[in-house]
């Protein structure tokens, strides 16, 4: 069940998703129960990270260090499960170590660290704060 607030033309819906089947959910508005006909086939669309560029935020000290990785090496930082992106301790521009601490995904109430995979430079961040991720979903990219 999923629940939204939806302001309309000024006007204030508490809208809960109750249910979905056969190109059908059955919905409360505002405390009164409807049956909607959904638009498309795919009746409950998946959270999508779309690639974008984040705020420039100050980065914290590194939290640990592990052993560097060969020079020129590349890696992306993916969400290991779905998630929101809690923080992002990273730039771009900004150089890294291996074991660094770039970023926080919060799952199932708990809190992950994200941890750059190589030493280098920050060179991409695709999610901002509080952004919605699918497991899998890059993060951020090291060279």
Do not use: H, W
């Not at 909607?36 to 669309?45: G, Q, R």
């Not at 900004?94 to 941890?115: F, P």
């Not at 190589?118 to 060179?123: A, I, P, R, Y």
Request: charged content about 30%; overall charge neutral; some cysteine.
């Amino acid at each position: 069940m999923k629940q939204y607030t939806l302001t309309i033309n000024g006007k204030t819906y508490d809208v809960r998703i109750d249910s979905i089947r056969d190109g059908k959910a059955d919905v409360t508005v505002n405390g009164t129960p409807c049956r909607v006909e959904l638009p498309s086939e795919k009746a409950e669309p998946e959270p999508v990270a779309r690639p974008r560029k984040a705020r420039q935020t100050p980065a914290p000290a590194p939290v640990r260090k592990k052993e560097p990785t060969a020079a020129g090496a590349a890696s992306d930082v993916v969400a290991p499960m779905s998630g929101i992106i809690k923080e992002i301790f990273v730039r771009e521009g900004q150089e890294v170590s291996r074991g660094d601490r770039v970023a926080i995904l919060e799952a199932m109430k708990m809190e992950n660290d994200l941890l750059a995979g190589c030493d280098g430079n920050v060179t991409g961040i695709y999610v901002s704060k509080g952004d919605t991720v699918s497991d899998g979903a890059p993060i951020l990219t090291i060279r």
